[in-house]
């Protein structure tokens, strides 16, 4: 099991200063979409404030690291279109914590449970409005629709498919659960491509690129999640929780034929502890660390420039370290 005290944690975890230099560059237009809302700006304003803005960050560092031009007027137009995403993102989150009941997003109360179940329901769907308002490129119009869809479909996989009846979890399961995440990420990067002028060939890699890194950062989560805390710190191993679809027991699930039906109900802390330890006993958490390292491999081989920069390996081994994933689980921590 993973410990590292909070000093080590300071010391040691260096994130890059680009990395909140352009998460912070979209928040003025998140501000300046949700202020035309003023009877729900409170909540919106309360729905965005958290968050490393991930998607925005490496979309516009994936621009500076291919060397690609964007004008400035394209900048402004790309960071609206960014802020739209980071807007549904959180909308996604808010959902995904009622879903699962999970009652705590990064250290702090979810949102639901800070301003109620029906203040957060229609929240969200005025987030979802925003992102479309206005929105005059039908190209950009259609790629949000496709976004909002896949992202719903990746957390439907999430939450209940398989439990209604599926026994198995193929590479297609897994592939339509990575879309609870990869969505924005391919937007945002393909996007990129686009207010920058390249071809559309380019557009493509660069989605191809960004849809990789949001699989990547979705499967270390989950390998964090399972294997990295142990089940006693989240609670009392009698507390019964919902146990939703991940990638460990995707592959536990296709290893035994079994435990199909646990999923989408809620169990005891300590029969989830008993699950990671079969998850372990068959080895696993190595064949998902197999598939994490080709996931890697992935992005290196999709990064639209004509060189690898140095920066994108250290980004990829903070991502794929237990330190990023318990440093961003406390109280106030955006990284």
Request: aromatic share 10%; proline share 2%.
């Amino acid at each position: 099991m993973f410990r590292l005290d909070r000093e080590e944690k300071k010391q040691t975890l260096n994130i890059p200063l680009w990395f909140s230099e352009n998460g912070n560059a979209v928040v003025e237009k998140i501000n300046a979409l949700i202020d035309n809302e003023p009877e729900m700006k409170f909540f919106l304003s309360d729905a965005t404030r958290y968050g490393r803005k991930l998607r925005t960050a490496l979309s516009l560092q994936m621009i500076k690291w291919a060397n690609w031009d964007l004008d400035e007027n394209s900048r402004e137009d790309l960071l609206d279109i960014l802020a739209r995403i980071e807007i549904l993102h959180s909308a996604s989150c808010i959902l995904d914590d009622i879903i699962d009941g999970d009652k705590i997003r990064r250290g702090v109360p979810a949102f639901y449970i800070r301003n109620g179940f029906n203040q957060a329901l229609l929240t969200v769907q005025l987030m979802v409005t925003i992102a479309y308002r206005d929105l005059k490129q039908e190209e950009i119009f259609e790629n949000m629709v496709k976004t909002v869809r896949d992202t719903v479909i990746g957390e439907c996989y999430d939450s209940f498919l398989l439990a209604e009846g599926q026994k198995s979890a193929s590479e297609d399961t897994i592939e339509n659960y990575l879309k609870k995440t990869t969505p924005c990420f391919e937007m945002g990067h393909k996007l990129a491509a686009k207010f920058c002028g390249r071809d559309e060939k380019d557009c493509n890699t660069a989605a191809q690129y960004g849809k990789l890194i949001g699989a990547f950062y979705q499967m270390t989560n989950d390998h964090y999640d399972w294997f990295c805390i142990d089940a006693r710190k989240r609670g009392k191993m009698d507390d019964e929780v919902l146990l939703t679809f991940n990638i460990p027991m995707a592959y536990l699930i296709e290893e035994k034929k079994a435990y199909a039906n646990l999923l989408g109900k809620r169990i005891s802390r300590s029969k989830i502890a008993e699950l990671v330890k079969i998850t372990t006993d068959f080895g696993i958490d190595k064949k998902i660390r197999k598939l994490i390292d080709q996931t890697k491999d992935g992005i290196l081989n999709a990064f639209p420039g004509d060189s690898i920069p140095e920066d994108i390996h250290v980004l990829l081994r903070q991502i794929d370290s237990a330190l990023f994933w318990s440093y961003s689980y406390e109280k106030n921590q955006n990284f």
